[in-house]
Nanobody
């Protein structure tokens, strides 16, 4: 019933930027914390950033602090991740998560390569 669609990934050179979008259908996200995760090949899924529902307080994993910005538009039921100064180690499939649900979408591929 909860449908999550991630988009906005692509191929960029090191130092480039991308804006990822997560659109949620069948569920209202306004009262839920939202998160971005990523998973690189042969690595564990990693929490990248979280934004809370009540105050929009944001947290980031150390490796992306100062480069990534998570934001939300509850009126559009949408989550965003602005990714700047991309590094090869940022390459992964990126997923969004609604609260504690595990309704993972297909993810969106981010490739960072010269």
């Amino acid at each position: 019933q909860v449908h999550v669609v991630e988009s906005g990934g692509g191929l960029v050179q090191p130092g480039g930027s991308l804006r990822l979008t997560c659109t949620v259908s069948g569920f209202t996200i306004s009262t839920f914390d939202m998160s971005w995760y990523r998973q690189a090949p042969e690595k564990e899924r990693e929490l990248v950033a979280t934004i809370t529902s009540t105050t929009s307080f944001t947290t980031y994993t150390d490796s992306v602090k100062g480069r990534f910005t998570i934001s939300r538009d509850d009126a559009k039921n949408t989550l965003y991740l602005q990714m700047n100064s991309l590094k090869p180690e940022d390459a992964a499939v990126y997923y969004c998560k609604v609260g504690r649900f595990s309704a993972w979408g297909q993810g969106t591929q981010v490739t960072v390569s010269s």
